[in-house]
């Protein structure tokens, strides 16, 4: 215990020392955060320095290895640093799927010469990563996937379509579910591959969403010739590496381990909505419906610290986090709903004014997309049902 | 601090599982009903004494286990999971409580050895009206020599028909007292009601009761105070009980879909019903962090303790109504049959998530501790 409150100590001193100003203010547009790649650009000289400060510390990821480059903190240092940088708000050094989807599948799947050749890359923030996983005609069925990789002695070749891969205009690699059986079932014809973007046949199209501006792209195969090496695991068994990082995925959209703190809706509707004689919100409705839902928020909170404090003593289903996910994608819609109430006609306005930036209306448009992304709600009811509940199926 | 169980909360858990599955499952409490609405059997409470249940939360100094809330709480969840009927709510919650929180010396260390051999039986007495409040009440208590003069009105005392003491919340002035006052005292009178879970509550009168002023509980601290941390106990406990309650009546109706056949196909198979089950899960895994969380920050005397008890009370009338109405829903015709016991979850459930104020009382509660 006490080693834990000097590394608090510790960990705080070195994190005021050592964390800009400006790197402890919530970003505006997420295309500011930091994502490193081959063509990385700072957006500020703070930016930067933070970035270098956390790379020396080998903190950009503090919980793997420090043989990849890791700071080999245990899970109880780990949460330390976490509960630090959030209660000061620093943002994270970087952004990467390398680090939150990838890392943790080569960890499990790689053998130790791909861990040691990309692992050390991500941290760096060499690498700008991006996930190909849907497709158009795959959405929630995904194990139906039809990417072809054709086995050509050496090489791969590679030919289809993936959707929703975020940010492909700006990885440098993706990695990708691809077909390598087309007689067998649909789970077991599926491997898991690396493929450099740079290759001749990779083309990307920006997708436009309801809320306007998106990272999401569409990306296109057509004959990519890609080496056998960057095969992760055992060929056609890339579904449990799928199920694995999807598990990764859920957790993250779920908001487990975010670190950014979040405007209590309460207040914000203190600061807009009109007050009674005694201070309180005059509409008991909309009163009553923030406090349902930050009692929900709360509590969800709980659960997380919860089931996390469960899983260190062994106790924990990977299916609960479709849990995570489908509770953590309603409330933030929740949210949403209830902050577009509480602005009032304000939350309408889309291009900035003076009134307002623009942003609920968009961030609305945006929260649709939550109980969609990385498998819908009703998926996950279905795997909650399925794998916790034990019902059967026909 | 984990928010997990202990090793030990775990073995209590398991033991008292074992006891009431056996000794005290729903069919007994069906039994009791049966018999005229009889609050508990005797020899439950023997056993329970035995086991030193009433003495977990009461401190070493007078010869108690102080094993803490969390650990009662273990135990009232397993309650509410076989609807188990016992005065531990009403003498050991709230009643030991009181005692516990109280700096009346005297009045301790006459009263704890009654509570742990389960001869004397605490109930609180709050309530006046319909609905559950802690400061704005009508019962007086006046100063007269040696003794309170109490009068007023008391509803909703949980076993006030059986218990041998009260503990009443009046006011002198504008204080906030409690009293600890013999249900046989003259000028007292006790009408009993048969509430929907089959239990029996009292509306109990104080007419002129004469208190001698070494009852009163808090003798140099705010009666106030001391009120908001039995409430906090109060709030916990009844949501570990609606915890019970709750993952019992899931799981039974879980057991019921994967048998019921319909359209020659087991029920369960029906994604409408899947996903409303896996929304109650979800909704239940959140009730089981709350639970756990206020009942340790009592044990850890949190200076939240009345905020998380509220938010457990809160979200567990929530979702003991919405877990119980489904239940029933998906049983089907038999669902609402006398015969099959899940109406008794509907029912107990009811009663709970209102005793100690519901789902609307601690909501409100929770914005105004905000200021909003």
Known sequence: MKELTDFRIQTRAWLEANCPESMRQPVKDPFDLYWGGRSATFKSEDQKKWFNKMLEKKWVVPYWETKYGGGGLTPEENNILTQEMTRLGCRKPLYSFGISMLGPALLKFATEEQKAHYLPQIIEGKIWWCQGYSEPNSGSDLASLQTKAIDKGDHFEITGSKVWTSYADKSDWIFCLVRTDFEATKHTGISFVLIDMASKGVSTRPIKLISGKSPFCETFFDGVKVPKENLIGTLNEGWNIAKFLLTHERQMIGGIGETDVRKKVHKVALENLPINAQGLINDGVIRSQISNFEMDEEIFDLTIQRITDESKTGNNSGALSSFFKFYGTELNIARQELLMSTRGTDALIWEENEKSDGDLARKFCRSKGNSIEGGTSEIQLNIISKLILGLPTK | ?372
């Open chain 2, 1 to 372: 601090m984990a928010l997990i169980i202990t090793e030990e909360q775990k073995m209590l858990r398991d033991s008292a599982a074992e006891l009431l599955k056996v000794k005290a499952p729903v069919s007994e409490m069906r039994a009791l009903r049966d018999a005229g609405y009889k609050n508990y059997s005797n020899n439950l409470w023997d056993e329970m004494t035995a086991l030193g249940w009433t003495a977990l939360t009461v401190p070493e100094s007078y010869n108690g286990l102080n094993f803490g809330f969390v650990g009662l709480g273990q135990i009232l969840e397993q309650t509410g999971r076989n609807l188990s009927k016992s005065p531990l709510i009403s003498s050991i919650l709230l009643g030991a409580s009181a005692l516990r929180l109280s700096d009346n010396e005297k009045l301790k260390t006459s009263y704890f050895p009654g509570v742990i051999n389960g001869s004397t039986l605490l109930t609180l007495a709050i309530q006046e009206g319909k609905y559950h409040q802690v400061t704005s009440f009508k019962t007086k208590a006046t100063l007269k020599g040696e003794n309170y003069i109490l009068n007023g009105s008391k509803s909703m005392v949980i076993d006030g028909t059986s218990a041998s003491h009260f503990i009443v919340v009046a006011k002198t002035d504008k204080e906030i007292n409690l009293f600890l006052v013999d249900a046989l005292s003259k000028g007292v009178s006790i009408s009993k009601n048969v509430l929907m879970d089959a239990g029996t509550y009292a509306d109990v009168n104080f007419d002129n009761v004469s208190v001698n002023t070494n009852n009163k509980l808090n003798l140099n601290q705010d009666g106030r105070i001391m009120l908001e941390k039995l409430m906090a106990i109060a709030y916990s406990g009844l949501s570990a009980e609606l915890l019970g309650i709750c993952q019992q009546a899931f799981d039974m109706t879980i057991q019921y879909l994967k048998e019921r056949s319909q359209f020659g196909v087991i029920i369960g198979t029906y994604q409408a019903l899947q996903h409303r089950a896996a929304g109650l899960f979800s909704e239940i895994e959140l009730c089981k962090s709350i639970v756990l969380k206020a009942l340790q920050a009592v044990d850890e005397n949190e200076p939240n303790i009345l905020y998380y008890a509220h938010l457990a009370k809160a979200k567990l009338g929530k979702t003991a109504k919405i877990v119980t109405n489904e239940a029933i829903q998906m049983h089907g015709g038999i669902g609402v049959t006398d015969d099959a016991d899940i109406g008794f979850y509907l029912k107990r459930a009811r009663v709970a998530q209102q005793l100690f104020g519901d789902y609307n009382y601690h909501l409100d509660q929770l914005s105004l501790i905000k200021g909003y």
